[in-house]
Nanobody, 126 residues
Framework: QMQLEESGGGMVQPGGSLRLSCAAS????????MGWFRQAPGLEREFVAT????????YYADDVKGRFTISRDNAKNTVYLQMASLKPEDTAVYYC???????????????????WGQGTQVTVSS
């Protein structure tokens, strides 16, 4: 059983930066993909970024390309989401997710992921 725990959320002014962390624990098997989703009140959960851990291939939603970067620290078994040039519309609860054996066409689909963290709030406001 795999467990995920997000941290690093908070309030930041527009144009600022913030780094989220997702610490993974527990035993895993198969091809592991880890990513980030977000959900604002009244809106559906949406894909943000994801990474194939073995190859470190990354994929980003169009709205965050060039501003967000997903990375991994193998020694700490942690995935990060570095967010820059933050906008008010980035405000949401950010969730870390992990999936085993995901195909490329499912990487942006939340239902395809097997494990989820509890979420961390990101608020972009002056």
């Amino acid at each position: 059983q795999m467990q995920l725990e997000e941290s690093g959320g908070g309030m930041v002014q527009p144009g600022g930066s913030l780094r989220l962390s997702c610490a993974a624990s527990g035993r895993t098997a198969g091809r592991l993909t880890m990513g980030w989703f977000r959900q604002a009140p009244g809106l559906e959960r949406e894909f943000v970024a994801t990474m194939r851990l073995s190859s470190r291939h990354t994929y980003y939603a169009d709205d965050v390309k060039g501003r967000f970067t997903i990375s991994r620290d193998n020694a700490k078994n942690t995935v990060y989401l570095q967010m820059a040039s933050l906008k008010p519309e980035d405000t949401a609860v950010y969730y870390c997710a992990a999936g085993l054996g995901l195909i490329t066409s499912s990487l942006g689909t939340g239902a395809a992921y097997d494990y989820w963290g509890q979420g961390t709030q990101v608020t972009v406001s002056s």
